[in-house]
Every structure is written in C-alpha cells, then in structure tokens.
C-alpha cells in the first residue's frame, strides 16, 4: 500500500507515517462497521455511556501526549492545543447529557394505553474531519454517533493523520467491540471511496466547496442523514464601547488559531466616524503586537503556521487579488523573516467601496468595511451567501436587540468574539455555512431518528371504534 505523511507545518519535520487505505481497505472497513452495528445498538444506552466514559479516562491520562501530536502536526501552541484536549474531555459529558435529553425515550399515558417515543441509530456513520482542530471537531462528531448506537468509520484529514490515529487508539484502549469504530486513512480518493460506499450517514467539517459538492452526489440517496458543518464569512460590528476592549474583540475573532477557525470574522464592519477611524487604529496596532512562533518555543506564541506551505501561498494570492480591485492595506499579510514559508503576520485591509468576492479566505486576514449608518451595518453583514457567525461590540440594548433579530447567522455573540460557542449549545450555520443540521449540543438530533409509538398491553378496546359503522 501507498504511504500517507503528516509534517510539522513550522519545521517540516516528519510527525507521522501509515499506510493509505485504499478503496478494497476501506470497503472492508465498512463491512466490519455493518456487522458490528446490530449489537451495539442493541446494546442498553448506559452500556455504551460507559464505554464513551473510558474513552474520556483515556484521554484524561493521555492529555498532555495527545496535545503535543495536535500540535506537531498543525503547528498551533500548546496553550490551544491543550484547550482542545480539554474541549474533547469535556464533550463526553455534554454529549451524554444530550442524548438522554434530545434522543432518549418518553412516555405519556393515553386512555387507550401510552404513547411512546424512542430514537433508533442509522447505521454506520462515516465521519471526515477537518485538519484546525483535527480532534475537537470529529470528536463533537464520534462521541455522539457511538452513544446513539451507531458505529463509526473515521478518515481524518489527510494533514493530521496522527492525531487521528491518537483517537482512534484511545477509542481502542476503551475496549470497544470489533467493527464499532475504525479509522481509514488517506486523502482524496479514499474519501471518495468512503462516501461512495454503504453508509448510512456522513458527518462532515470542512469547507463551503466540500459541502456544496456533498450536497449534490447524495441528492439522490435521501436515505444518507448528511450533518455538514462548514466555513463562513463572519461579520463583526464595532459600534461604540472602549477602544482597547473592543480591539481586542476584534484580533480575537479574526486572529486566533493564525485564522484557521471557521468562526472567524472576515469581515470588520465599523461607522465612518471619527470612532471607526480610532478602532481600526487600535486593532492594527494590536495585531502588530501579536506573538508569532512555534508550538514549543518559551514563552509560548499566541499564534503558529498556518497548516501549510501551500495554504499560505493561496492566502498571499487571494489577498492580493483584493488588492488589485481597490482595497486599501492597513495591514501587509506577508510571511515572516527567519521561519518557513507557512508562517505569516495578520494583514488588515480597507475594502469600503470596493467589490469584493464573497468568499471565506481561511488565514488571519480582516476586511475593514466603513458605513455611514446602522441600517448599512444591518445590511453589510447580511450580504453573504454565509451565515456562520456573526458578533456585535456595542453597549447599546437597542442595537444588540435589533442586531440579533436580523442577523443570519446560526451564533451571535455581543461583546464577545464571534468564536467564542458553549458546547452546551447548538453549533451550525445557514445557507453555505451548513444544512441546518448544527452540532455540538444538537448533534444528537442527526445521530438518531425518532420513532413514535401507540402501545397497549392487549388488543382490547379496539373493535369498539368501530360499533355502529359496520354493515350486516
């Protein structure tokens, strides 16, 4: 078999090797996940509780291991990498919470006996993840689709094998059954191969393009639940408030995670006034502040790489293409003297007037909008095929209420970064931001499906519906 490699996008150092499943391999893999399927779905919900706690004891003991994989591999610090264990630590909990309240059995008495309603599982889910937060993001994913009694066939992003595979043994030591949950590696084609096979569902993270292409090759297999959860071109609104505290809002939401978060906001939304004028000023003398480095280096870096070499080429393009239809740079995105080519500064641009595509450009590049009026803001930060997220910096009520109402977005925040989520909340988006199936809390709505049931003990009681309406 062919050899998949994951490198340190900081260093260019190997971080892993394995082989590239193909699709024989992967089919195979399948049809380990259907045979094991019937018995654990069959199995008590608490059984399977049980085994997502291992799973979580595992991680818990392995924490500060798995963190130093995530980062090898993305180049993000250990700061956020550690957060990311916790973040998967964590869902265990919040999921099983969620399965009991979203996907477990009720009952209510009725004259003729009860009724009843329980959720099944689908089948075996196949589950892409992405290569930003290559554990969290599947992870909201698996833990749900195995405590509904689906079982899993996992294929991580082809530039984060390793901490795919570090899940993929956590699960292992957890001692789920043979088949339960398996993990295929590859890029492309084995993807292809995975998504063309049996499934009975496909649980993505991933980009707007991935997304649309998903929606159209499962059109006409309506019997695969699709749960997409995809990028945006993220707003923010700066209207009034302190200067300082407001940048901050602001290199938050489009910085963090060298701006390799779907949530990200893209696009600084502010008045034209002498206001707008000083905040744009604050947030470029902000981000000239930010640390830049690798993941290991003392003291920590607030950012790395991006994930790529070739990721970072693609951003200086797109950046330049705004450049050329008339935005303004605040801010050069260029990379950084002394360290490999996937590291780059955050770079701000001034694009008020201009006509600029309406697309996600996944690195720490803002797009400064000025308006003369809060209606222009309104209808600024709704002109996007998106609707991730969105966030309003303002100490007025009034806005905040109106800004909230009108946003079409799926999470609005106020004062607040637009990346900050509550995985005790649902997580998803509208139009090209997903398919109105969101995850986090919610995900237990697309792992299983409902079933309503009319029950009673005997046949009794029936043929009485019917005295009187009978001939003979």
């Not at 599947?138 to 689906?150: K, Q």
């Not at 803002?366 to 709704?382: K, L």
Request: proline share 6%.
């Amino acid at each position: 078999m062919s050899q998949l490699q994951s490198f340190d996008p900081a260093s260019g150092a190997l971080v892993w090797e394995g082989e590239i499943a193909d699709a024989e391999a992967v089919n195979a893999a399948l049809a380990r996940a259907h045979a094991a399927f019937p018995a654990w779905a069959a199995l008590p919900v608490a059984a399977r509780v049980e085994a997502a706690q291992r799973f979580k004891a595992v991680l818990e003991s392995r924490k500060d291991a798995i963190a130093e994989v995530i980062s090898r591999e993305t180049g993000k610090p250990l700061w956020e990498t550690r957060t990311e264990l916790a973040s998967m630590i964590g869902k265990v909990g919040i999921s099983i919470a969620s399965q009991a309240e979203r996907a477990g059995e009720k009952r209510q008495d009725m004259p003729f006996g009860a009724a009843v309603l329980r959720h099944r599982p689908h089948g075996v889910m196949a589950v892409l993840g992405p290569f930003n937060f290559p554990g969290h993001l599947p992870n909201g994913h698996i833990v749900p689709a195995l405590l509904a009694g689906n079982t899993v066939v996992f294929k991580p992003s082809e530039m984060t094998p390793a901490t795919g595979q570090a899940m993929a043994d956590a699960w292992a030591e957890a001692g789920l059954p043979d088949g339960v949950f398996q993990i295929v590696h590859g890029a492309r084609a084995t993807g292809e191969a995975l998504v063309a096979a049996h499934i009975d569902g496909l649980l993505f993270t991933g980009s707007a393009g991935a997304g649309a292409h998903f929606r159209r090759i499962f059109a006409d297999r309506p019997d695969v639940i699709l749960a997409l959860e995809l990028g945006g071109n993220n707003p923010l609104v700066v209207w009034d408030g302190d200067l300082d505290e407001a940048a901050s809002v602001v290199v938050q939401s489009s910085f963090i995670t060298t701006g390799q978060r779907c949530s990200c906001a893209r696009r600084l939304i502010v008045p034209d006034t002498d206001f707008g004028t000083a905040l744009v000023d604050a947030v470029a003398a902000l981000a000239d502040r930010v640390t830049i480095g690798e993941w290991h280096e003392t003291p920590e870096p607030w950012f790395g790489p991006l994930i790529s070499v070739q990721a970072a080429e693609a951003a200086k393009a797109r950046f330049a293409e705004l450049v050329e239809r008339g935005a303004t740079v605040i801010r050069a995105f260029e990379g950084v003297q002394g360290r490999s080519g996937a590291f780059v500064t955050p770079g701000i641009l001034d694009v008020t007037g201009v006509d600029v595509p309406d697309e996600e450009i996944f690195a720490p590049i803002v797009q400064v909008t000025r308006v003369p009026d809060f209606d222009a803001a309104m209808a600024a930060a709704n002109a996007t095929r998106f609707g991730l997220s969105a966030g309003l910096v303002s100490g007025d009520d009034a806005l905040w209420d109106r800004f909230v109402l009108e946003s079409r977005a799926g999470v609005v925040n106020r004062n607040r970064p637009t990346t900050g989520a509550a995985g005790s909340m649902p997580f998803g988006g509208l139009g090209d931001s997903g398919n109105h199936r969101p995850s986090a809390y919610y995900a237990a709505d697309y792992c299983a499906y409902p079933v309503a049931s009319f029950e009673a003990e005997t046949v009794a009681g029936n043929s009485g519906a019917l005295t009187g309406k009978l001939s003979g």
